[in-house]
Nanobody, 123 residues
Framework: VQLQASGGGLVQPGGSLRLSCAAS????????IGWFRQAPGKEREGVSCISKYDTTVYADSVKGRFTISKDKAKNTVYLEMNSLKPEDAAIYYCATRIADCWNWRTGADFGSWGQGTLVTVSS
């Protein structure tokens, strides 16, 4: 079971990025995928999650700006990030748990963490 996060980079405030989380060794038909982020000196926080049922949840801070989606054929989950703000800068990780997004805000019940991808928002 492995997750590979990618797509991070440097973007100006107001810009957009799309992160990808490619899953291998298991199928998204049975698992939820969560996106989390951690900025320097801050605790990890849940950003968004998509369940095996395709239900989605978002942190209040990103609601309306970020969109999580799934491509089952590619076994990949995406996080489309628009209207980026400096406070969105962090290392973004994806992780998985069986079925649903239980306890997604902390990520405590998630595993198989990917290596993370760095998002920098700066002018």
């Amino acid at each position: 079971v492995q997750l590979q996060a990618s797509g991070g980079g440097l973007v100006q405030p107001g810009g957009s990025l799309r992160l990808s989380c490619a899953a291998s060794g298991f199928t998204l038909d049975y698992y939820a995928i969560g996106w989390f982020r951690q900025a320097p000196g801050k605790e990890r926080e849940g950003v968004s999650c998509i369940s095996k049922y395709d239900t989605t949840v978002y942190a209040d801070s990103v609601k309306g700006r970020f969109t999580i989606s799934k491509d089952k054929a590619k076994n990949t989950v995406y996080l489309e990030m628009n209207s980026l703000k400096p406070e969105d800068a962090a290392i973004y990780y994806c992780a998985t748990r069986i079925a649903d997004c239980w306890n997604w805000r902390t990520g405590a019940d998630f595993g198989s963490w990917g290596q993370g991808t760095l998002v920098t928002v700066s002018s």
